[in-house]
């Protein structure tokens, strides 16, 4: 990022060739495309531990929890979690010290349903997914319909955890919640 930052101070300063614009260009793509953060993530490696309920009927197409976990945004690439309140159990890639947890949605200018965004939600740190010992609270917080799609929260902790516990509080009064 220091890098990208002191390349971007040559091309205001009129230093720059056209290969420095396109080695700007090319390193900025990269660090985009690393989800976005530039921080390894240990659910894109894990898989869905538990749920709560998923939006949607036999019928009609019913979105799987592993959506919450890929890569993207894209139009059909969420979770569809039925209501407002819920919950996603994540077994990570490996067990790990949590230092941040983001939570990224579609644009709103690109968005078919506002109100299926989460709204208040908390991240617990778990031993497993049917530990009887209660998890630990790393985080309450809201995410910012107006903020950006991107939003990061930083955790507090000294301990490493195998999952972590998404659970929703409430969205912004669809029948279901939108989850990527």
Not at 10 to 21: C, G, Y
Not at 80 to 95: C, F, P, T
Not at 113 to 135: E, R
Not at 153 to 162: A, G, V
Request: overall charge positive; glycine content about 6%.
């Amino acid at each position: 990022v220091t890098a990208l930052q002191d390349q971007m101070q040559n091309l205001r300063d009129n230093r720059m060739t056209e290969d420095s614009v396109n080695v700007l260009i090319d390193k900025s793509l990269e660090l985009y495309n690393a989800d976005r953060t530039g921080r390894i993530d240990y659910c894109l490696g894990g898989k869905i531990a538990m749920s709560s309920s998923s939006y949607g009927s036999i019928m009609a197409r019913k979105s799987l929890p592993d959506l919450a976990i890929t890569e993207g945004t894209r139009v059909g690439n969420a979770w569809l979690m039925d209501g407002s309140e819920g919950y996603l159990i994540v077994q990570l890639a490996r067990s790990v010290r949590p230092t941040q947890f983001t939570l990224e949605h579609r644009s709103l200018k690109n968005l078919h349903s506002p109100n299926s965004l989460p709204s208040s939600f908390s991240v617990f740190g778990m031993k497993d997914a049917y530990d009887k010992s209660p998890s630990v609270l790393l985080r309450r917080a809201t995410y910012d319909k107006k903020g950006p799609s991107l939003q990061q929260f930083e955790l507090s902790t000294e301990r490493k955890f195998s999952h972590i516990k998404f659970e929703v509080h409430s969205n912004r009064g669809a029948d279901y919640t939108a989850i990527y």
